[in-house]
């Protein structure tokens, strides 16, 4: 009881923002503005990718990685892009999108990968999101309920706050 109790503590902690997300949030949310925003010129016919993500990493000055289980050989990959005062999300539609390929951001880094990986991550986020709403409304409703408590009705919720209080959790 006592860990279920620390682990909805921290929870709630992350739900309130009582608590700072993973470390790479702000990394991560730094990359989506360059994506978004920064703005490249690039031109290439039939040049392998390495070569191009390589430009374009130096263009925008992020770190930019080939995921090779997905993408397989990169060197095969040989886009043709002309892009001038496109932004870098549209610049990487034109560079990935004729080849299948797709791009993510994990932990600040600009991953080139598979069409087929940044959907199942997609499908994958939703299902979590969608778990974690049923979580928390499973929460809400068993902490709602009234309990006797040293001779008073409570709510679950007061009593688990005065027992994680007494207890230091």
């Not at 397989?72 to 886009?79: F, H, L, W």
């Amino acid at each position: 009881f006592i860990e279920e109790l620390a682990a909805m503590k921290e929870m709630s902690a992350l739900l309130l923002g009582e608590r700072t997300p993973e470390p790479n949030a702000e990394e991560t949310a730094k990359t989506r503005e360059v994506v978004k925003t920064a703005r490249v010129n690039l031109d290439f016919r039939d040049v392998p990718l390495p070569d191009v993500i390589s430009s374009l990493q130096e263009a925008i000055q992020l770190n930019v990685m080939i995921d090779r289980r997905w993408v397989g050989d990169p060197e095969t990959v040989t886009p043709t892009v002309s892009a001038h005062g496109l932004t870098v999300e549209e610049a990487l539609a034109q560079i990935l999108d004729p080849h299948g390929l797709a791009w993510r951001i994990d932990r600040g880094v600009l991953v080139v990968t598979s069409r087929e990986e940044v959907d199942q991550r997609a499908e994958m986020d939703a299902l979590r999101a969608q778990d974690r709403r049923e979580r928390q409304a499973a929460e809400a409703e068993l902490f709602a309920r009234p309990v006797s408590f040293g001779g008073d009705d409570l709510a679950i919720r007061h009593v688990a706050e005065m027992l994680g209080r007494d207890l230091g959790v």
